[in-house]
T-cell receptor, first 113, second 115 residues
Framework: AQSVTQLGSHVSVSEGALVLLRCNYSSSVPPYLFWYVQYPNQGLQLLLKYTSAATLVKGINGFEAEFKKSETSFHLTKPSAHMSDAAEYFCAVTIYNTDKLIFGTGTRLQVFP | GAVVSQHPSWVICKSGTSVKIECRSLDFQATTMFWYRQFPKQSLMLMATSNEGSKATYEQGVEKDKFLINHASLTLSTLTVTSAHPEDSSFYIC???????????FGPGTRLTVL
């Protein structure tokens, strides 16, 4: 069965600092992996996705993630945080051969001036 | 881009009443729609998957008679919470996918409060 684990329910960074949100996955088959962002009282917006092509995936708003099979990781990074990046971030994996998404528990990113 | 809307964005109802939430794909045909539930400060949990014209497939532990899902057209799915109770208060989010999409597009969510 597929699953994802997000390490750290809260991450705080200063504006301009590196953002690193961790996600590890478990899957017996090659996974499709996603990062979503959720602003308060809103739905989810796709940041980026890995679908077995390039291991370094670039997304919107300057975010990127690298698929590392040896580490079963798909960490999300951004070189320089903006105040507008403050939100909840979810890592997700699809269940093999279905459309179902399994979400991690989320990481709340706070950005301080 | 693919846009999904939900209506209402929030609803307050009395215990024992039923509430209907609509999910619409505005610019594409959604052959598959998904309903999620999110409790405060928690992750999204898939409740059910629906394909247009067929019965929804519910996840384990989700009461199909309590959460009625209808996917009657390629642009509309509805979730009806029947005989709502305070423990049903939650944020309900739908997503949709068309035949030519390899991702789900999420609606903005509906916050349900049952008094």
């Amino acid at each position: 069965a597929q699953s994802v684990t997000q390490l750290g329910s809260h991450v705080s960074v200063s504006e301009g600092a590196l953002v690193l949100l961790r996600c590890n996955y478990s899957s017996s088959v090659p996974p499709y992996l996603f990062w979503y962002v959720q602003y308060p009282n809103q739905g989810l917006q796709l940041l980026l996705k890995y679908t077995s092509a390039a291991t370094l995936v670039k997304g919107i708003n300057g975010f990127e993630a690298e698929f590392k099979k040896s580490e079963t990781s798909f960490h999300l990074t951004k070189p320089s945080a903006h105040m507008s990046d403050a939100a909840e971030y979810f890592c997700a994996v699809t269940i093999y051969n279905t459309d179902k998404l399994i979400f991690g528990t989320g990481t709340r990113l706070q950005v301080f001036p | 881009g693919a846009v999904v809307s939900q209506h209402p964005s929030w609803v307050i109802c009395k215990s024992g009443t039923s509430v209907k939430i609509e999910c619409r794909s505005l610019d594409f045909q959604a052959t598959t729609m998904f309903w999620y539930r999110q409790f405060p400060k928690q992750s999204l949990m898939l409740m059910a998957t629906s394909n247009e014209g067929s019965k929804a497939t519910y996840e384990q532990g989700v009461e199909k008679d309590k959460f009625l899902i209808n996917h009657a057209s390629l642009t509309l799915s509805t979730l009806t919470v029947t005989s709502a109770h305070p423990e049903d208060s939650s944020f309900y989010i739908c997503s949709a996918r068309g035949d030519y999409h390899n991702e789900q597009f999420f609606g903005p969510g509906t916050r349900l409060t049952v008094l």
